[in-house]
């Protein structure tokens, strides 16, 4: 295992927590359909509402998609960690860390934007 399929594995993890946390708001979606239905909210407030939910899923599916291509520009170079070759140093899990830790709160903030 190198540094670089350790990066894949926080990328494919984080886009498991988006997609998990996006399934998790539905729980709320048939008191929306409900208002929706009997007309005592408007399209506009249903879509800021739905809005995060669906920002939430997309990041999840794209993170997992270009997560590949993402832990390759988190981890340039793949180097092994099995112990036979350079192991991975501090500064590249603080490398990883910094950069899952910035897609959290990335997509959070985007997340917030539409719920205020």
Known sequence: ???RD????ACRILAIYLFARGLMQLTFLPYLFQGAI?????????????SPLVLL????????LHSEKLAGH?????QPLD?????????GLQAIAFSVAGAVILVNAVAGLFQA
């Open 1 to 3: 295992m190198s540094n």
């Open 83 to 91: 112990g036979s070759g350079i192991k991975l140093s501090a500064r």
């Open 57 to 64: 899923v997309l990041a999840g599916l794209l993170l997992w």
């Open 74 to 78: 988190m981890v340039p170079q793949a």
């Open 38 to 50: 009997d007309r005592s909210i408007g399209f506009q407030v249903l879509m800021i509402v739905l």
């Open 6 to 9: 350790a990066a894949l594995i």
